[in-house]
């Protein structure tokens, strides 16, 4: 079978799928303030059509699959995918990204039916911060969630922090224990524009000025890892020479971009295609597919979508003001 190539010569074989555009909290970066329409139950994908999709994709190379939101885990039944997907042979990482508001009750569930790599979502460990960022009081949760995961032993844990000059850059520190300290990943994530989610050049605080600060405490050394890898990894020794359980990460989409090997596809809940987080550009599998497209035309119409996909996005002050949609409807 024939790779899924882009116009560059990238090999795509991670998928990314949003699976609602819902979510119970409301992250300033993520949501604008005033929210946005949510789509209707029958615009979203059915399961039956996600997998079909997810199977054509696995069948060309796709290795790895994340369902995402909005908030993954409001979509009902959320298991019975997941169990489905778990089962599509050539698939080697079934992952899932969550803020882990139901995160304690569910994390046996989600083990159970085949995700075995977790990302949780947590921008500050500070009660009235995360109330800010979120505009929700669920911090008590969230950190319950996080502890449900840890104790339940997924094959990867992550947690994505957001680093916002100002907001929780002082709290660089404080992730880099709890990191030195369990068996997760933290990964620092640069700040990104996306359509009214308050973005600008002053509040990004870039990969090496959080390494200066993490290096106060900790010896940092890189982390060999996948050429496609997003995030610069780096293993913790505190000044005593012990190395840390954990490890940190940084996602440097805004002062050193991975665009070069991205292999990275999203299909978005409403059933778009897009090659690109930040390329406004989709193409709607949904609508062919419910005229009755056949699984060679939802393949050409991906190989397509990876044509259209852009060597490299914009600076970030042309991504600010570009027509995208917001972060939620696109899928974290």
């Not at 039956?48 to 994340?66: D, L, P, T």
């Not at 840890?150 to 404080?174: P, R």
């Not at 990004?204 to 060999?224: A, S």
């Amino acid at each position: 079978m024939t790779a899924l190539t882009d116009s560059f010569g990238r090999v795509h074989t991670y998928l990314r799928i949003s699976v609602t555009d819902k979510c119970n909290l409301r992250c300033a970066y993520c949501m604008p303030a005033e929210g946005i329409v949510w789509r209707q139950k029958e615009e979203l994908l059915t399961f039956e059509e996600i997998e079909r999709v997810a199977s054509i994709m696995v069948k060309f190379g796709v290795n790895k699959i994340r369902l995402t939101g909005g908030e993954p885990m409001v979509r009902r039944n959320i298991e019975n995918l997941a169990k489905n997907l778990s089962r599509l042979d050539g698939l080697k990482t079934l992952a899932m990204t969550t803020n882990a508001t139901m995160l304690a009750e569910t994390a046996q569930t989600l083990k159970e039916s085949g995700i075995n790599a977790l990302n949780i979502s947590l921008d500050t460990l500070k009660r009235e911060r995360f109330l800010k960022i979120t505009r929700r009081d669920q911090f008590d949760t969230v950190w319950a969630g996080l502890q449900a995961a840890l104790t339940t032993g997924f094959d990867e844990l992550k947690l994505n922090s957001v680093v916002i000059a100002g907001f929780n850059d002082d709290e660089l520190l404080e992730f880099s224990d709890l990191a030195f300290n369990n068996k997760l990943n933290v990964r620092f994530i640069e700040f990104m524009p996306f359509k009214d989610n308050e973005w600008n050049v002053e509040k990004v605080v870039t990969y090496k000025d959080m390494i200066k600060e993490i290096e106060k405490r900790y010896t940092l050394t890189p982390i060999k890892s996948d050429r496609s890898a997003v995030a610069k990894d780096f293993s913790l020794h505190d000044r005593d020479g012990n190395l840390g359980k954990g490890s940190v990460a940084f996602i440097t989409s805004m002062s050193d971009s991975f665009c070069a090997t991205c292999n990275r596809l999203r299909l978005t809940a409403d059933g778009q295609i897009k090659s690109c987080l930040f390329y406004p550009a989709e193409i709607n599998l949904r609508d062919r597919m419910r005229d009755g497209a056949s699984d060679a035309d939802i393949e050409a119409m991906i190989r397509h979508a990876l044509q259209l996909k852009p060597e490299a996005h914009p600076p970030a002050e042309e991504l600010a003001k570009s027509d995208n949609r917001t972060m939620i409807e696109i899928g974290g």
